[in-house]
């Protein structure tokens, strides 16, 4: 069974400009979850949405939005770049998004804004 | 507001045994987690702990004191492949995830 995919797997973007990135869950898992990783850093956790209903949301600005789709995949959406935002993000599935459930991560996409 | 330490590097010889400590402030408690991240690779569970005690899972042990807010991870037979970071990360009661910045243990010949 596939595991969590995300693309792209590298992304090249200058300030200003907006990015999406997508996630497809695990199969059966209905709640993802988005997470920044800076280099040196854990992941921070952004969004997790839940049945296409956004569940949480971390301490990120507005520029950051995300959404889920009626198969469960997700997209992240980054407007007006800045030089921070590069980082790795990860995208992470689990089945229900309850208490006890383990995330199981997708390798990431690495974005650089230059 | 939610902290997490846990320290920044640490080495171990091939065979030993290491301990990596997690000590944790956070709105609410569901769950401590510990996951295990190679460079350039996401990262993957190794143990779960919501009732305070030691839960052994063949090489690795965690172990959680929630009165205290600490947990440590322990790696028993230390090989070259256990080279890696080890993210502690808590679950409060608004059922999200706060992860440590990792400890990065070099594992040596």
């Known amino acids: 069974d596939a595991g969590v995919t995300q693309s792209p797997t590298h992304l090249i973007k200058t300030r200003g400009q907006h990015v999406t990135l997508r996630c497809s869950p695990i199969s059966g898992h209905k709640s993802v979850s988005w997470y920044q990783q800076v280099l040196g850093q854990g992941p921070q956790f952004i969004f997790q949405y839940y049945e296409k209903e956004e569940r949480g949301r971390g301490n990120f600005p507005d520029r950051f939005s995300a959404r889920q789709f009626p198969n469960y995949s997700s997209e992240l959406n980054v407007n007006a770049l800045l030089l921070g935002d590069s980082a790795l993000y990860l995208c992470?599935?689990?089945?229900?998004?309850?208490?006890?459930?383990?995330?199981?991560f997708g390798s990431g996409t690495q974005l650089s804004v230059l | 507001g939610q902290n997490i330490d846990q320290p920044t590097e640490m080495t171990a010889t091939e065979g030993a045994i290491v301990q990596i400590n997690c000590t944790y402030q956070t709105s609410g408690f569901n769950g401590l987690f510990w996951y295990q991240q190679h460079a350039g690779e996401a990262p993957t569970f190794l143990s779960y702990?919501?009732?305070?005690g030691l839960e052994e899972k063949g090489r690795f042990s965690s172990f959680l004191s929630r009165s205290k807010g600490y947990s440590y991870l322990l790696l028993k037979e230390l090989q070259m492949k256990d080279s890696a970071s080890y993210l502690c990360?808590?679950?409060?009661?608004?059922?999200?995830?706060?992860f440590g910045s990792g400890t990065k243990l070099n594992v040596k010949p």
């Open positions: 990360a808590v679950r409060d009661s608004f059922n999200k995830f706060y």
């Open positions: 702990n919501v009732l305070d």
């Open positions: 992470a599935s689990s089945p229900q998004g309850t208490t006890n459930e383990k995330l199981f």
